[in-house]
């Protein structure tokens, strides 16, 4: 029997919520015989590889090691040992529910091929569209998405920044740009825990700087307006983000709050970073112009 899909998961020093990944993936209703499981072991120096080697499961699992390249790169090489006809991205901490395999191949067969974006349950917590919603290729976030691999493959993959962020969005742009239609699809869950708040605060910033990058790999104004991003944008927000203020509102965020993440003050202090991460790019773009 053909592999339908290929589920794609990078990983890096995260063995055992990898491990817990892999083994609720035991549970899907969809036949282990009609996909595999591909992990990119991204230098991680936790032990995972040899954990891995030793499990048995009931789906075929490969498992590609690389030195640390960062997510894009660990994706690419997932993708370059996959088999299936249909990719489904799937983050190391993203918990599948038993019929999200199902799911993406129901949503792959339903559009005749497109870039499905599932559900993504923060303890809880869930924000989506209605099922076959068209959305902007900035909502392609590939810790719960789908795609066929020769769509994939034929606009190049993922571009390999390194840092958080960034790296999905560039493959939905090229994706939509090709003329596949980028769908939601509700049915289709994974569930996720937030990050601790300071590493929440580290990725918010590493987002911006990748936007910027974005942005400058595909120098058009609309790009820079979704992503946030445009000159004119981070001039009024320079005028309107105060350093003391998300200092302070930082100060405030902590893990036992319910649902910290959702909260004004959190979002505040997301777009402050942000905002740091994508200047701080553009500078050093400007720096590095002026040199050249």
């Known amino acids: 029997m053909a592999l339908e ?10 063995r055992e919520p990898l491990l817990a990944k892999l ?4 549970a899907q209703t969809l036949s282990p015989q009609r996909f595999e499981v591909v992990v990119t072991v991204d230098g991680s120096t936790d032990g995972t590889a040899q954990a891995l080697n030793q499990l048995s ?3 075929r699992l490969v498992v590609v090691e690389q030195e640390n390249r960062g997510r894009g790169a660990a994706r690419n090489a997932a993708i370059g040992a996959a088999q299936g006809e249909f990719l489904v ?21 339903h559009f005749g091929g497109a870039a499905v974006v599932g559900l993504k349950d923060v303890m809880g917590t869930r924000s989506h ?8 290729w900035i909502r392609f976030a590939t810790g719960n998405a789908s795609a066929p691999r020769a769509a994939v493959q034929q606009v190049g993959g993922f571009v390999e920044w390194q840092g958080y962020g960034g790296e999905d969005l560039e493959l939905g742009y090229k994706l939509w740009r090709a003329g596949l239609s980028i769908r939601s699809w509700p049915a289709a869950i994974g569930y996720h825990a937030p990050p601790p708040p300071e590493e929440w605060r580290a990725k918010a910033y ?5 936007a910027w990058q974005l ?6 104004w609309q790009v820079a307006v979704w992503l946030g991003v445009h000159p004119l944008l981070l ?4 005028l309107v983000l105060r350093p003391s203020r998300s200092a302070q509102y930082s100060q405030r965020l902590t893990v036992q709050q319910n649902h910290w993440w959702l909260g004004w003050q959190a979002q505040y202090v997301w777009e402050f970073e942000y905002f740091q991460g994508a200047r701080s790019a553009r500078l050093e773009g400007a720096t590095a112009s002026r040199k050249g």
């Open 57 to 59: 499961l009931p789906y």
């Open 23 to 26: 083994h609720w993936l035991e």
């Open 5 to 14: 899909l290929s589920v794609i998961v990078p990983t890096y020093n995260r």
């Open 89 to 109: 991205f799937s983050d190391d901490d993203v918990l599948p529910h038993e019929r999200l395999l199902e799911e993406h191949v129901k949503a792959q067969r």
């Open 215 to 220: 942005y400058c790999h595909h120098p058009h």
């Open 206 to 210: 590493s987002a911006g700087r990748n």
């Open 129 to 136: 569209w209605a099922a076959g919603t068209r959305l902007p």
């Open 235 to 238: 001039w009024f927000k320079g």
